[in-house]
C-alpha cells in the first residue's frame, strides 16, 4: 500500500523529451529523413512527451510529416515583437502559424553567442505565451561559476528574472530547462545527483513565488550530454521530469532510446 502511493507522487508528472536540433542538419532532404526515422521509431511510445524542435526551415516539413503523431513540434528561438522591421527576426504568430507548440527560450548558446539576456528573455516568454506557445526557458551555471560555487545564485537569477510578474495560469503552461553549459556538447555530463541538487532548487524557487500546486506541476528538463546510457540514471530522479537533448536527438535511433528511457519510469 506504501509502495503505491509513493508511485502516484511520482507520477504525478509526466516525462517530456525534447530534441534540440540546433543548427542541424544541413539540407531539408536530410531534416525530412530524420523526421521519417523519427516517425517511424517514435510511434510505439504512448505516454511520454516528444518534442522535436527543427531549425526555422525544417519547421513546415516536420508539422506536415509528423501530423497525426504523438510529437509536437517547438522552435528554437523568437523575437518578441510580434510584426514590423526587424529583418531576421521570427515572430510567435509565424511560428504558432507554422504549426508549433513549444520554443525554446533563453538556451545558454543564444545567451553565448548572440548575447541575450534574462531581460530578453523574460520578454520572449511573454511573447511566445501571448500566441500559446510553451516556452521551454533553459537555465544553467558555466563551470567557472560552478568551480567558484556561484551556481545556484546564477540560477536563482535567471529564473526570478525570466519568471518575474508572472501569473499562476502562465506558470502552468511552461517548462524549465536546467542546462549546465559545460555539460553541453562535452560528453560530461551533471551527475544524477548534481542535476538533481539543482532541479530540487529550481522547484524551491517557483514555491517562493508560486503555489505548491504550481511548483509541483511544474516540468524540469535536464540537458547537456543526455544519451542513451545515461538517460534513465538521471531521468528517475524526482525532480527530473525529462530531457533537452542535442547530439543525441539527430538520430531517430537513440533520440527514441532516450524516449523509451523516460516512458519505462511512467
Ligand atoms: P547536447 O545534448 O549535445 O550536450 O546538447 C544539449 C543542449 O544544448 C540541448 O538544448
Redesign the pocket.
Given at each position: 500500500m506504501q509502495v503505491e502511493l509513493i508511485d502516484k507522487t511520482y507520477n504525478m508528472r509526466n516525462k517530456l523529451i525534447a530534441g534540440?536540433w540546433?543548427l542541424n542538419p544541413a539540407t531539408s532532404d536530410s531534416a525530412l529523413e530524420l523526421c521519417r526515422q523519427l516517425k517511424l521509431r517514435l510511434a510505439p511510445f504512448s505516454k511520454a512527451k516528444i518534442v522535436v524542435c527543427p531549425p526555422f526551415t525544417a519547421l513546415c516539413l516536420a508539422v506536415d510529416l509528423l501530423k497525426g503523431t504523438r510529437i509536437s513540434i517547438g522552435a528554437q528561438n523568437l523575437y518578441w515583437e510580434d510584426s514590423g522591421a526587424y529583418t531576421g527576426e521570427i515572430s510567435a504568430p509565424m511560428l504558432k502559424s507554422a504549426g508549433c507548440e513549444y520554443v525554446?527560450i533563453g538556451?545558454?548558446?543564444r545567451r553565448l553567442f548572440f548575447h541575450e539576456t534574462n531581460e530578453n528573455v523574460h520578454h520572449k516568454i511573454i511573447a511566445a505565451q501571448r500566441h500559446n506557445l510553451i516556452p521551454i526557458v533553459?537555465v544553467g551555471e558555466t563551470l567557472q561559476q560552478r568551480e567558484s560555487g556561484v551556481m545556484k545564485d546564477v540560477v536563482m537569477e535567471q529564473v526570478t528574472e525570466a519568471l518575474r510578474g508572472m501569473s499562476e495560469q502562465a506558470l502552468q503552461n511552461l517548462v524549465i530547462?536546467y542546462?549546465p553549459v559545460w555539460?553541453?556538447?562535452?560528453g560530461k555530463t551533471a551527475t544524477p545527483a548534481q542535476a538533481e541538487e539543482m532541479h530540487e532548487f529550481i522547484r524551491s524557487l517557483i514555491l517562493e513565488d508560486f503555489t505548491k500546486s504550481v511548483s509541483d506541476q511544474m516540468l524540469i528538463l535536464y540537458?547537456?550530454?543526455?544519451k542513451p546510457d545515461n538517460a534513465r540514471d538521471l531521468l528517475q530522479n524526482t525532480n527530473i521530469d525529462g530531457a533537452?537533448?542535442?547530439?543525441?536527438?539527430l538520430s531517430a535511433e537513440s533520440f527514441s532510446e532516450i524516449v523509451r528511457a523516460g516512458e519505462e519510469l511512467l
Open positions: 534540440n540546433k525554446i538556451h545558454s548558446e533553459c530547462a542546462e555539460a553541453i556538447g562535452t540537458g547537456g550530454s543526455v533537452l537533448v542535442g547530439g543525441a536527438c
